[in-house]
């Protein structure tokens, strides 16, 4: 704000709007000094003015009633024009104010003496003035008093801002600043086609491992050279505006016509790197998202929103930019109300329901098992597959809800039918975040215990796989699960080239083929090949072998003669409520015996 970075009227005008601006901790400092100015030099009233173009607006006053006035009754503009002290022992004795209605009428000024405050890069925002309603003397020794003064004010004016609307490390204007020229450019009928241009350069999260070693200063080394380094890779014109908007994030404010796109700004950033002192330098990544605005149109704090929006799908894609979608929006709007529609759900316990699906031993044609699957029947979208909720919930604590939510009601059905010729074992399916509490495995079993049930009727099936394997805490959870006696189930085997290692990391007892690993070993010779020798081979490695997905006898009769243990899939049954589950279970084992 009181430095050129862009035009001088643009500064002049950015740097009054914060000023005129509410900050009580700020007048109340400037109360002080125009209290002092009257006890230092002996006048009754004194006040600070700032003036625009067309008013004049007191911010602070002692013994002085006037709260503003049109620049033109203004005494201080005599003193803003023409950029050095104004004196006047007796205004009435003074031609220029012979009529002025401040002086024949409130607040009957007779004596006026008024130092301009002029920022460190020459800009005049107003006045620190003293006044009286009688003729005064003003001495050269009261005159050098007033200016030191001013200059006192403009100096704290100065570090008010630096500490509010400057980046303490870079130096650069803060997210705050951003907003309030934002909110200026509005007010002051501004309607130029503009964009907002997010940059993220830092990987943060290594920054801040490199602090732990290194401490603080590498860091901030690292934040000024970035800060250092984009305006002269870019080199924005005059009243093109870089801030600092989060810490290793940047903003650029500049017109719709200007060449600094987000691709433009993503393109010329490619491939540098930034010091970190001592000889170091790492190599900085960017990602960059635009916001393309009409000013006026939108609030400041939703212009800056819709380039964060841009951004994070930049990064979430892995691209270098992306310009702001309305649909995506919409659609990570949708994807964040429907986040907090499921807490709302886990929490009141209102729409969620199981359903399970059977699993059938390929050897007899019996039910031997079965899986809980969550549904959520929402009350505006309908029913949702786990697929339309499950991967944001990854993202957050609700996942572990979810599966304390699961295991609560699967549990339920087992104590239900404890003495029942239709019970089976039910597997859960159990995130990285579940296998890395250190009392997962405890609770889990303590619940089995005071249900009286034994922990072979509860399998867990293990999600994320690549996620656990990379957790030594979820690998030693799995472990103390696998020693209480839960069986342990891999998920979708058969859809990656490292899948044959977690065979010799993990605890398994189950190897859930994936569907699309047999769904056409019925019409196709090298799938049925495929499918044989990994089952073959996890059968020498003492796997029980179950496939998802069979949908005809086909495929059924392939698996059966290729020696797998377990099927599940549509050609048996859909994922079932639990009374219709009851029924076909009844149905089912009385049709086998």
């Given at each position: 704000m009181f430095t050129r970075s862009g035009g001088d009227d643009d500064c002049r005008a950015r740097t009054l709007n914060a000023l005129l601006s509410y900050d009580e901790s700020r007048d109340q400092v400037l109360r002080q000094f125009v209290r002092l100015a009257s006890q230092a030099l002996g006048i009754p009233g004194s006040f600070i003015s700032v003036l625009d173009d067309e008013m004049q607006h007191v911010r602070a006053a002692h013994n002085f009633t006037l709260t503003h006035s049109t620049r033109q009754d203004s005494l201080c503009r005599h003193a803003v024009d023409s950029d050095s002290i104004v004196v006047v022992p007796d205004t009435l004795l003074d031609t220029r104010f012979a009529e002025h209605p401040l002086i024949l009428g409130a607040p009957f000024i007779r004596f006026y003496a008024g130092v301009p405050l002029k920022s460190s890069a020459g800009l005049i925002?107003?006045?620190?003035?003293?006044?009286?309603?009688?003729?005064?003397?003003?001495?050269?020794?009261?005159?050098?008093?007033?200016?030191?003064?001013?200059?006192?004010?403009?100096?704290?004016?100065?570090?008010?801002?630096?500490?509010?609307?400057?980046?303490?490390?870079?130096?650069?204007?803060?997210?705050?600043?951003?907003?309030?020229?934002?909110?200026?450019?509005?007010?002051?009928?501004?309607?130029?086609?503009?964009?907002?241009?997010?940059?993220?350069?830092?990987?943060?999260?290594?920054a801040y491992e490199l602090a732990r070693s290194m401490g603080m200063g590498p860091v901030e080394s690292l934040l000024k050279d970035v800060a250092t380094l984009l305006p002269l890779r870019l080199r924005?014109?005059?009243?093109?505006?870089?801030?600092?908007?989060?810490?290793?994030?940047?903003?650029?404010?500049?017109?719709?016509?200007?060449?600094?796109?987000?691709?433009?700004?993503?393109?010329?950033?490619?491939?540098?790197?930034?010091?970190?002192?001592?000889?170091?330098?790492?190599?900085?990544?960017?990602?960059?998202?635009?916001?393309?605005?009409?000013?006026?149109?939108?609030?400041?704090?939703?212009?800056?929103?819709?380039?964060?929006?841009?951004?994070?799908?930049?990064?979430?894609?892995?691209?270098?930019?992306?310009?702001?979608?309305?649909?995506?929006?919409?659609?990570?709007?949708?994807?964040?109300?429907?986040?907090?529609?499921?807490?709302?759900?886990?929490?009141?316990?209102?729409?969620?329901?199981?359903?399970?699906?059977?699993?059938?031993?390929?050897?007899?044609?019996?039910?031997?098992?079965?899986?809980?699957?969550?549904?959520?029947?929402?009350?505006?979208?309908?029913?949702?597959?786990?697929?339309?909720?499950?991967?944001?919930?990854?993202?957050?604590?609700?996942?572990?809800?979810?599966?304390?939510?699961?295991?609560?009601?699967?549990?339920a059905r087992l104590s239900r039918l404890r003495d029942s010729y239709i019970q089976l074992p039910v597997t859960i399916n159990v995130s990285s975040s579940d296998f890395s509490r250190d009392s997962f495995a405890d609770e889990l079993e303590e619940q089995m215990i005071r249900a009286k049930l034994p922990v072979s009727l509860l399998g867990i099936e293990c999600l994320e796989t690549e996620r656990i394997l990379e957790s030594p805490a979820a690998m030693q959870g799995l472990e103390m699960l696998k020693l209480r006696g839960f069986g342990i189930s891999l998920d979708d085997f058969g859809t990656g080239y490292s899948n044959i290692s977690y065979l010799r990391r993990m605890p398994l007892d189950v190897i859930k083929l994936d569907r699309s690993l047999i769904s056409e070993i019925s019409s196709d010779t090298a799938s049925r090949v495929i499918a044989r020798s990994i089952i073959a081979m996890l059968k020498d490695l003492d796997y029980t072998v179950l496939a998802e997905g069979v949908e005809n006898a086909e495929t059924e009769t392939a698996l059966t003669d290729f020696g797998c243990d377990q099927a599940q899939g549509f050609f048996y049954a859909r994922p079932l409520p639990e009374t219709a589950l009851d029924e076909w279970l009844g149905w089912r084992l009385r049709s086998k015996c």
């Open positions: 925002l107003g006045t620190l003035c003293v006044t009286d309603v009688v003729p005064h003397r003003f001495s050269r020794e009261q005159i050098a008093m007033l200016t030191m003064l001013a200059a006192l004010v403009m100096s704290f004016l100065e570090a008010w801002y630096s500490a509010g609307f400057a980046d303490p490390v870079t130096g650069l204007p803060n997210r705050q600043r951003l907003i309030r020229d934002l909110q200026f450019l509005a007010a002051s009928g501004d309607t130029t086609l503009r964009r907002l241009v997010l940059i993220d350069c830092i990987d943060m999260p290594r924005p014109a005059p009243g093109e505006m870089l801030y600092t908007v989060a810490t290793g994030r940047f903003a650029l404010l500049t017109r719709q016509e200007s060449r600094l796109t987000a691709s433009w700004v993503a393109d010329k950033l490619t491939g540098i790197s930034a010091d970190l002192g001592d000889g170091l330098s790492v190599a900085l990544v960017t990602h960059t998202g635009e916001a393309g605005f009409r000013t006026g149109e939108l609030p400041a704090q939703e212009i800056l929103r819709r380039a964060v929006s841009a951004l994070h799908e930049a990064i979430t894609r892995n691209v270098a930019s992306m310009l702001f979608s309305e649909d995506t929006d919409t659609r990570h709007t949708r994807d964040f109300t429907l986040m907090h529609d499921l807490a709302a759900a886990i929490r009141q316990d209102k729409g969620l329901w199981l359903a399970y699906q059977p699993k059938i031993c390929l050897h007899s044609g019996k039910p031997i098992g079965l899986e809980a699957l969550i549904r959520w029947q929402h009350p505006q979208h309908g029913e949702l597959s786990p697929a339309q909720f499950l991967p944001f919930a990854g993202q957050t604590e609700l996942l572990s809800e979810l599966t304390a939510w699961v295991t609560e009601r699967a549990i």
